[in-house]
């Protein structure tokens, strides 16, 4: 078996709250599908949201937007 290692996702979109919701809701099940599973999952995970806006580095935050700035 190949030693697992740690990874980041990233994912940029444009979205209402409640579809950031569903989103975030969608990823988690597929990352867990059994989300009454005892104990930790088999594959641990942790997600973080937030709106590029409140993000304090604002080069960065600039450069986050303008990969989905269709405008």
């Given at each position: 078996?190949?030693?697992?290692?740690?990874?980041?996702?990233?994912?940029?979109?444009?979205?209402?709250?409640?579809?950031?919701?569903?989103?975030?809701?969608?990823?988690?099940?597929?990352l867990?599908?059994?989300?009454?599973?005892?104990?930790?999952?088999?594959?641990?995970w942790?997600?973080?949201?937030?709106?590029?806006?409140?993000?304090?580095?604002?080069?960065?935050?600039?450069s986050?937007?303008?990969?989905?700035?269709?405008?």
């Open positions: 078996m190949d030693e697992r290692d740690v990874w980041q996702v990233q994912i940029v979109l444009r979205a209402t709250e409640a579809e950031l919701g569903q989103a975030t809701d969608a990823i988690a099940r597929a867990c599908p059994d989300e009454s599973h005892e104990g930790p999952c088999a594959t641990p942790t997600m973080v949201s937030s709106r590029v806006d409140d993000i304090e580095d604002q080069d960065r935050a600039a986050l937007r303008a990969l989905i700035d269709d405008e």
